[in-house]
Nanobody, 120 residues
Framework: QVQLVESGGGLVQAGGSLRLSCAAS???????????MGWYRQAPGKQRELVAA???????NYADSVKDRFTISRDNGKNTVYLQMNSLKPEDTAVYYC???????????WGEGTLVTVSS
């Protein structure tokens, strides 16, 4: 089993920046089987959506709404994924969830979420 613990959320003014971190912990066997990791978000009354993802090899994928503003990175040695969020907008307000896929088919993990609030 793998536990994902997010940190770094909070309140920021529009145009500001935040950096989210997600640390994976658990059994070594499960940790080494982690493949893509990423961030999803869910705003009030909306569906959860993919924000950004990164493979173990470093390939990245971003939602169109955050391209050129957010950067995802990963430290495989620390089992940690980061999301640097710049030029934040009020519409970025949401609970941000860390997610990880396992190389074991059908297995994935979610963090409990961290709230990001962007004031106008």
């Amino acid at each position: 089993q793998v536990q994902l613990v997010e940190s770094g959320g909070g309140l920021v003014q529009a145009g500001g920046s935040l950096r989210l971190s997600c640390a994976a912990s658990g059994s070594i066997r499960s940790i080494i089987r982690l493949d893509a990791m990423g961030w999803y978000r869910q705003a009030p009354g909306k569906q959860r959506e993919l924000v950004a993802a990164i493979t173990r090899g470093g390939s990245t994928n971003y939602a169109d709404s955050v391209k050129d503003r957010f950067t995802i990175s990963r430290d495989n040695g620390k089992n940690t994924v980061y999301l640097q969020m710049n030029s934040l907008k009020p519409e970025d307000t949401a609970v941000y969830y860390c997610h990880a896929d396992s190389l074991v088919g059908g297995v994935d993990y979610w963090g409990e979420g961290t709230l990001v609030t962007v004031s106008s």
